[in-house]
């Protein structure tokens, strides 16, 4: 009944029907799957744009985010957000500050903004993120914001949900870019140098670009701004980085490479608490979305998350049903002294069980 209330309620576009749908979905109660599902055939395949925000705490993703649903609004398009922290739970003093800023900007209807807490996540951090952002693109945003707190894998697993990645450096990093792990670097489509009014952001905006010179095999290619830059192999058909085989000239008898077929990454220095450059970064975020759509790459993406997708649904669902609807669990218990005592390894059990579980002895 209750189910049936909430799909009539985002049917209606009720905010409080969202709010009562992620809850559902973030906690994986019983019929989350249903509403999924069912919200699945409204998804606009297209219309909407996740934007993923990521970088260390403290960089100013949350302003740069608040600026961005500004920016957003004067363009009509209705904006939904997701702040992920992995770390702290509701309490969180980030999150509560967040909260508390973004407010005046949650007073408008055409504005929805969710803190996820992430305990227990299930299902995976990634894959619920991905099931919330699909309830709000099924609601009508036009864009979806991903704000994740920090530059672990988890983040990277959340911001890889997105068409686009934005990361969010300041000059105060400590030892710069270099204290980023690769995959980090790597996964930005757009790089922004935020608090651009503190001292080093020209150090950073240097490091950021002799990095992504090196990546295209030009380390320099900045440093010379009165020539053409050289043509360049395109990326991989996810739009993201390439291996080194992707790099300098393309090898003799492959059509030539026009650098329109490339996605240069844009260095945009920002200045997040005065508003600065976030126009420059919307258009960037734009650009990066025509390039994805031009190339075909939008739709090529599209296919292999919806494969990754139903590959997690189906281990959550494999997962569950044995741990409820089995007796597996009993067995593991009945076997622990063994274990513990070193008569048996995990291992082992782990097999002792699977095959019960097969032949359907513990069902
Ligand atoms: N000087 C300066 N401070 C900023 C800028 N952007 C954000 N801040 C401040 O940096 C602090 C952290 O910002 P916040 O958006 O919460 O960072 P987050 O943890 O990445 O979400 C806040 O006190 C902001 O007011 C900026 O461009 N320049
Ligand atoms: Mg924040």
Not at 23 to 47: K, Y
Not at 141 to 154: A, H, K, S
Not at 169 to 188: C, H, N, R
């Amino acid at each position: 009944m209750r189910l049936e209330a909430i799909l009539e309620g985002l049917e209606r576009r009720e905010p409080a029907a969202l709010a009562r749908a992620i809850s559902l979905v973030e906690n994986q109660r019983d019929g989350f799957e249903r509403v999924l599902s069912h919200v699945h055939a409204r998804l606009r395949r297209g219309g909407t744009r996740r934007i993923g925000i990521t970088g260390p705490p403290g960089a100013g993703k949350s302003t740069l985010t608040e600026r961005l649903i500004q920016q957003f609004r004067s363009q009509e398009l209705r904006v939904g957000v997701v702040a992920v922290d992995p770390t702290s739970p509701f309490t969180g003093g980030a999150l509560l500050g967040d909260r508390i800023r973004m407010e005046a900007a949650s007073l408008d209807p055409n504005v929805f903004i969710r803190s996820m807490a992430t305990r227990g996540a299930r299902g995976g951090l990634a894959t619920t993120t991905e099931e919330v952002t699909d309830l709000l693109e099924a609601f009508g945003f036009d864009r979806i914001l991903l704000e994740t707190v920090g530059v672990g894998q988890t983040e990277l697993d959340v911001a890889r949900t997105a068409e686009t990645t934005v990361l969010v450096l300041v000059p105060e990093s400590g030892d710069g870019i270099q204290t980023l792990k690769a995959g980090v670097m790597e996964i930005a489509d757009v790089y922004v140098i935020n608090k651009s009014d503190r001292p080093g952001a020209d150090k950073l905006r240097q490091e950021i670009e002799v990095m992504l010179g090196i990546r295209h095999g030009n380390a320099f290619r900045h440093m010379a701004p009165h020539h053409a830059p050289p043509p360049r192999a395109p990326r991989p058909a996810d739009g993201r980085t390439g291996g080194p085989a992707d790099r300098g000239a393309p090898p003799s008898g492959r059509p030539p490479v026009r650098p329109s077929d490339v996605w240069d990454p844009p260095v945009i220095a920002t200045v997040a608490s005065r508003g600065d450059g976030v126009a420059e970064l919307a258009q960037a975020v734009d650009r990066h979305y025509a390039y994805l759509e031009a190339g075909g790459l939008l739709a090529e993406r599209r296919r292999q998350q919806l494969a990754q997708r139903t590959r997690a649904v189906l281990e959550r669902a494999v997962q569950h049903w044995i741990s409820e609807a089995t007796r597996a669990e009993e067995l593991l218990q009945r076997r622990l002294d063994d274990v513990a005592d070193g008569r048996r390894s995990p291992y082992d059990v782990a097999a002792e069980i699977l095959d019960q579980v097969k032949t359907g002895a513990l069902g």
